[in-house]
T-cell receptor
Framework: GENVEQHPSTLSVQEGDSAVIKCTYS??????FPWYKQELGKGPQLIID?????GEKKDQRIAVTLNKTAKHFSLHITETQPEDSAVYFC??????????????FGKGTLLTVNP | NAGVTQTPKFRILKIGQSMTLQCTQD?????MYWYRQDPGMGLKLIYY???????DKGEVPNGYNVSRSTTEDFPLRLELAAPSQTSVYFC????????????????FGPGTRLLVL
């Protein structure tokens, strides 16, 4: 099955700096890579996703890049703000071939933005 | 819309007890999921359902059961609680036309924190 590795596990930045979280995946057939943000005491919420036919996608201060050859994708947050502090999860689709497609999540990155 | 709601928010169980975690969604989504989240371990899929009357195992189904009698509800049953089932449980739902092949946004509930002692 799919295996998703996420780094770093914790990340502390100063307000206004950029933050980068990286993930690698094992299944070369994976073609969908979402990022979820989880605030304290809440469920995860989708913030951005990318499909395998695209190398980069941006949405205001967040962007995701995908390198299919190297099987890794990254989340970039620019001009970080204290409200960006949360746990971020990457994920990759797995399955298919007659079975239903399911998400495999990384272990998460705790991002702390210091004022 | 309330989205995905889960009850209870927190529960303490004794070893061997049973309980049902409730999950309801009001978005008319056909797909529903149960995940567990352990500290530093991400989200692991327990069971999922692609529609009423259809359920299937995920990555970590042992010790759990599910049913899907309606589109809205997807309860998770623990029959003999064990300390290893101490975790935070999240229910999620999504709408799939079947063409997107899993590339649909999943909407998560607020979670149920379970402690088994």
């Amino acid at each position: 099955g799919e295996n998703v590795e996420q780094h770093p596990s914790t990340l502390s930045v100063q307000e206004g700096d950029s933050a980068v979280i990286k993930c690698t995946y094992s299944d070369s057939a994976s073609n969908y890579f979402p990022w979820y943000k989880q605030e304290l005491g809440k469920g995860p919420q989708l913030i951005i996703d990318i499909r395998s036919n695209v190398g980069e996608k941006k949405d205001q201060r967040i962007a995701v890049t995908l390198n299919k050859t190297a099987k890794h994708f990254s989340l970039h947050i620019t001009e970080t703000q204290p409200e960006d502090s949360a746990v971020y999860f990457c994920a990759a689709i797995s399955g298919g071939g007659g079975s239903n497609y399911k998400l495999t999540f990384g272990k998460g990155t705790l991002l702390t933005v210091n004022p | 819309n309330a989205g995905v709601t889960q009850t209870p928010k927190f529960r303490i169980l004794k070893i061997g007890q049973s309980m049902t975690l409730q999950c309801t969604q009001d978005m008319n989504h056909n797909y529903m999921y149960w995940y567990r989240q352990d500290p530093g371990m991400g989200l692991k899929l327990i069971y999922y359902s692609v529609g009423a009357g259809i359920t299937d195992k995920g990555e970590v189904p042992n010790g759990y059961n599910v049913s899907r009698s309606t589109t809205e509800d997807f309860p998770l049953r623990l029959e003999l609680a064990a300390p290893s089932q101490t975790s935070v449980y999240f229910c999620a739902s999504s709408w799939s036309s079947g063409r997107a092949r899993g590339q649909e946004t999943q909407y998560f509930g607020p979670g149920t924190r379970l402690l088994v002692l």
